[in-house]
């Protein structure tokens, strides 16, 4: 929550990272992160690009617990990417995020090592990550002011026109 009591939402991935203060607060960030794309009305690719690239500050030295933290950003950010179809963003190749030793996310372990993706393997995160963006078809959606202001501007635009129709009407012989 912010000063004024109202919820504030993580936006990127960076924003995840910045207000963690603990692996707890850093669960209940990335499931908001998660309501917050998936709510939140991120439709488009280069709209859903903007959430993950910006890089988040490394957590291991922050709290106990940060180094899975970090394995699990920049899993999230390599995943998400690739089911997007989008470029994986360039920080999620640093090799400090990774897990040494495997963390598993269910007592499930021989279901979750035979179906957990590879970019969480490959960080020895063993967990089936929630799908958070689905593309939508067609175009982007805009804004109910964007729509007001497109519409005064073709109304204007219709004014001048008729205003041009009557000032020639006007103006020819009869």
Same mark, same amino acid.
């Given at each position: 929550?912010? &000063?004024?009591?109202?919820?504030?939402?993580?936006?990127?991935? #960076?924003?995840? $990272?910045e207000s963690s203060t603990s692996i707890e607060e850093f669960g209940r960030n990335l499931?908001?992160?998660?309501?917050?794309?998936?709510? *939140?009305?991120?439709?488009?690719?280069?709209?859903?690009?903007?959430?993950?690239?910006? @890089?988040?500050?490394?957590?291991? @030295?922050?709290?106990?617990?940060?180094?899975? %933290?970090?394995?699990?950003? /920049? /899993?999230? %950010?390599?995943?998400?990417?690739?089911?997007?179809?989008? +470029?994986?963003?360039?920080?999620?190749?640093?090799?400090?995020?990774?897990?040494?030793?495997?963390?598993?996310?269910?007592?499930?372990? *021989?279901?979750?090592? $035979?179906?957990?993706? %590879?970019?969480?393997?490959? =960080?020895?995160?063993?967990?089936? +990550? @929630?799908?958070?963006?689905? +593309?939508? =078809?067609?175009?982007? #959606?805009?804004?109910? @002011?964007?729509? /007001? #202001?497109? $519409? %005064?501007?073709?109304?204007? /635009?219709?004014?001048?026109? &008729?205003?041009?129709?009557? #000032?020639?009407?006007?103006?020819?012989?009869?």
């Amino acid at each position: 929550m912010n &000063v004024s009591g109202t919820l504030h939402r993580p936006k990127t991935l #960076q924003d995840i $990272a910045e207000s963690s203060t603990s692996i707890e607060e850093f669960g209940r960030n990335l499931r908001d992160w998660q309501h917050e794309i998936q709510r *939140g009305g991120v439709h488009s690719r280069k709209e859903f690009a903007s959430r993950l690239t910006p @890089e988040p500050p490394r957590l291991a @030295e922050r709290f106990q617990d940060g180094v899975l %933290a970090d394995a699990m950003l /920049a /899993a999230y %950010a390599e995943w998400l990417a690739d089911q997007a179809k989008i +470029p994986r963003p360039d920080w999620c190749k640093d090799s400090n995020r990774v897990r040494e030793d495997p963390w598993f996310g269910s007592p499930l372990r *021989g279901w979750l090592i $035979a179906n957990t993706p %590879a970019s969480f393997r490959h =960080r020895n995160l063993f967990t089936i +990550p @929630e799908q958070v963006f689905t +593309p939508k =078809r067609g175009r982007p #959606q805009k804004s109910r @002011e964007h729509k /007001a #202001q497109k $519409a %005064a501007e073709r109304q204007r /635009a219709y004014r001048k026109r &008729v205003r041009k129709l009557i #000032q020639a009407a006007r103006t020819q012989p009869l």
